[in-house]
T-cell receptor, first 113, second 110 residues
Framework: ETGVTQSPTHLIKTRGQQVTLRCSSQ?????VSWYQQALGQGPQFIFQ???????GRGNFPPRFSGLQFPNYSSELNVNALELDDSALYLC????????????FGPGTRLTVT | GQNIDQPTEMTATEGAIVQINCTYQ??????LFWYQQHAGEAPTFLSY????GLEEKGRFSSFLSRSKGYSYLLLKELQMKDSASYLC???????????FGKGTSLLVTP
């Protein structure tokens, strides 16, 4: 069984730039959720994708956007990067409706300078 | 709104028992989760409670009281590898988002 994978592992960007993070869901899972985890904090829900559409969104501005592909993999795009966007970005995959079986990827550490 | 509180740090001795508490005030309730997260790694699922009572899984147990908005994670026979952050999370009315607390950093000492 293939676990959740994310790329890249680490990334350094400059304020104002744009970034794309990628996530491959666990085999058999059709839903992907993205979370932002600042240092010393718990993960904060960004949004969830199911059937290639945004299924729910947390309290994040529109410059955070995403995509889901037919193979259930997903991208998180962040435009106009700000220093506060520096965080660990986690994706989690699950079967739709079965959030209790949500598996997290290793995360992408984004640093904005 | 969502408010999930847990202690910031705890220290315990190898072989001992430790209880990590979590209190919550959320818009609706559809389950409470505990995750373990080692530094620089992904959170890993430990337990899920949706009904009141105690769920036991090996050295780890989790308790829930919905009327009190309270849960705890009990770790028995502590091992050095249990040093990690423990995250309490609640699924609210949305049915899809997990709302996490800030995590409790547990240090197990020899």
């Amino acid at each position: 069984e293939t676990g959740v994978t994310q790329s890249p592992t680490h990334l350094i960007k400059t304020r104002g730039q744009q970034v794309t993070l990628r996530c491959s869901s666990q085999s058999g899972h059709n839903t992907v959720s993205w979370y932002q985890q600042a240092l010393g904090q718990g993960p904060q829900f960004i949004f969830q994708y199911y059937r290639e559409e945004e299924n729910g969104r947390g309290n994040f501005p529109p410059r955070f956007s995403g995509l889901q592909f037919p193979n259930y993999s997903s991208e998180l795009n962040v435009n106009a990067l700000e220093l506060d966007d520096s965080a660990l970005y986690l994706c989690a995959s699950s079967l739709y409706g079965a959030t209790y079986e949500q598996y997290f990827g290793p995360g992408t550490r984004l640093t904005v300078t | 709104g969502q408010n999930i509180d847990q202690p910031t740090e705890m220290t315990a001795t190898e072989g001992a028992i430790v209880q990590i508490n979590c209190t919550y005030q959320t818009s609706g309730f559809n389950g409470l989760f505990w995750y373990q997260q080692h530094a620089g790694e992904a959170p890993t699922f430990l337990s899920y409670n949706v009904l009141d009572g105690l769920e036991e899984k090996g050295r780890f147990s989790s308790f829930l009281s919905r009327s009190k908005g309270y849960s705890y994670l009990l770790l028995k026979e502590l091992q050095m590898k249990d040093s990690a952050s423990y995250l309490c999370a609640v699924k609210g009315n949305s049915g899809y988002a997990l709302n996490f607390g800030k995590g409790t950093s547990l240090l197990v000492t020899p």
